[in-house]
């Protein structure tokens, strides 16, 4: 089903008598399908965008690419660097907003100017009943409801179904230029972006790639803005980090790009966790799956907090021990890829503890009491 407007989708969503497999542009993998497929990719459409006043309003099937054309035409964009997902997991439909925002996509200036959701100002949505549900503003100021906006951010179509977006948009920046070394391992990697997170020059980016993902590991720091404080920031930077260099410019942006869309995993084999850590816990992670016999590939966003990890996907022992080690602590893991035999066995999302599971199923339970909205997908 492919509803054509807010009230078709309310009826279709209040006349199911089935589960629904909600989706928005079909770019992301999730547990295996159960349910009718629903997709929001007929509501589209800019309804209001206000670059004075740093605000855009779309309908949640809206083309990401058509956002952030209109943006660039005003010298804008959208700060939480949004990633693209389609070649890393090898499909073809089209990122939406309302996609984005279902899933909480952030990328790599995640470290420096928030998620997502910290940009979303107001939604709405069709619940598990059929209602339509108007929550948040179209302004900054306007904060009512603030925290049910924030909940369906990252609520992956469990909730409702984003019908609109209300959201806050930023000026691009005048210039850009990363920081990089090679060959460091993945503790001095890390130690270098802390390093450089902790200093008073604004870091906007800050990535390890292992020598699993970039045959030569690669350590990267970036920063933006105007173009005298970047090349003075840079320069301070170089003080604080012996034997880095700075590219500036398109090379700089691709560098970014790549981390971002996980690209150095596009196309090798394997399953592909999304793990969230104490930046400092990263490289911990790393050795104790390597003592544990888990062979993988690395990549540290975030300053070391996001790591991003390519693992043979027919070892179920790998997969358990990766669960583990993240209970051990204390972070999440998310399976972003693998074939469906292993999504099968294994849950997509971190199994919850018992007074949060307790607290989820509440909130699923109030909004979608029949349970028809992508069940089974959070456990």
């Known amino acids: 089903m492919a509803p054509a407007s807010e009230t078709e989708l309310a009826e279709a969503i209040s006349a199911a008598n089935a589960p629904m497999s909600i989706r928005g542009g079909g770019t992301r993998l999730q547990a295996p399908p159960d349910g ?3 997709t929001t990719s007929g509501l589209t459409g800019i309804t209001l965008y206000e670059p004075g006043a740093l605000t855009l309003v779309a309908r949640a099937g809206t083309p990401l690419s058509e956002i952030i ?12 660097e949004p990633p693209n997902m389609r070649n890393l997991l090898g499909t073809e439909g089209t990122p939406t907003i309302g996609g984005v925002f279902a899933a909480n996509a952030s990328g790599p200036r995640r470290i420096n100017g928030g998620a997502a959701r910290d940009y979303l100002l107001g939604v709405r949505f069709v619940d598990g009943a059929g209602q339509v549900i108007k929550n948040g503003g179209r302004v900054m100021k306007n904060v009512t409801g603030y925290d049910l906006v924030k909940l369906m951010a990252g609520s992956w179509g469990t909730l409702g179904v984003l019908t609109e977006v209300s959201l806050k948009v930023l000026a691009r920046p005048e210039a850009e230029a990363t920081l990089i070394a090679r060959g460091m391992d993945p503790v001095q990697g890390v130690a270098a972006l802390s390093a450089a997170l902790g200093s008073p020059f604004d870091v906007s980016g800050a990535a390890h790639l292992g020598a699993g993902v970039a045959g030569v590991a690669r350590t990267q720091v970036r920063v933006e803005g105007m173009s005298g404080s970047v090349i003075y920031r840079c320069g301070r930077l170089l003080e604080l980090l012996p034997g880095f260099e700075v590219i500036e410019g398109g090379a700089s942006a691709a560098l970014w790009e790549e981390v971002r869309d996980v690209a150095p995993f596009a196309g090798r084999k394997g ?3 999304r793990v969230s850590v104490k930046p400092g816990d990263g490289p911990v992670l790393s050795d104790a799956l390597l003592t544990a016999g888990v062979d993988h590939a690395a990549i540290f966003d975030w300053g070391g907090g996001l790591v991003w990890l390519l693992t043979d996907e027919t070892n179920d ?3 358990a021990s990766i669960r583990q080690q993240i209970v051990a602590l204390g972070g999440h893991a998310t399976l972003v890829r693998g074939g469906e035999a292993l999504r099968g066995r294994v849950p997509m999302f971190q199994p919850q503890p018992a007074p949060l599971a307790a607290i989820s199923r509440g909130l699923r339970d109030r909004f979608d009491p029949r349970g ?8």
Do not use: K, S
Not at 69 to 80: N, S
Not at 372 to 379: D, E, F, V
């Open 317 to 319: 022992a790998g997969a």
């Open 36 to 38: 009718t497929p629903l």
């Open 372 to 379: 028809i909205l992508n069940p089974g997908l959070m456990g």
């Open 271 to 273: 399953a592909v966790w």
């Open 69 to 80: 054309t209109a943006l660039e035409a005003e010298g804008q964009r959208l700060p939480f």
